[in-house]
């Protein structure tokens, strides 16, 4: 179990299962809708995908503070984007806020 859950963030308790559920939507957005070819995404995929092996106990290859610097660009990228449903915009800025506080407070 990874030693920084449960986290509070914003008033609401995240707990290891929030995080993995929560990185893996942020996942499944950016393969969905940005061209994973470029190297933003794909160096923001790799540290996603580094902190959720971290949340399973899985030690690879550490992500350097350019590359972290670079998923939280994502990530606002993530938060501008112009969906057009509603519930949808609102989820992906919780999932935003979530990922976000999770790397400044546990991997920076």
Excluded: W
């Excluded at 893996?24 to 794909?42: C, G, L, M, P, T």
């Excluded at 938060?79 to 990922?99: A, G, H, S, T």
Aim: include cysteine; proline fraction near 3%; aromatic fraction near 12%.
């Amino acid at each position: 179990m990874n030693k920084f859950f449960p986290i509070n963030i914003s008033g609401q308790i995240i707990t290891i299962e929030k995080a993995i559920a929560t990185f893996s939507d942020i996942i499944a957005f950016i393969n969905e809708h940005f061209n994973v070819a470029i190297k933003r995404y794909k160096v923001a995929l790799f540290v996603y995908k580094s902190i959720l092996n971290s949340f399973k106990g899985i030690q690879d290859r550490k992500p350097s503070k350019e590359d972290y610097k670079l998923a939280v660009d994502v990530l606002e990228e993530i938060l501008n984007y112009n969906e057009p449903d509603e519930q949808k915009k609102f989820q992906n800025k919780r999932n935003c806020e979530i990922c976000k506080e999770i790397i400044e407070k546990c991997y920076r």
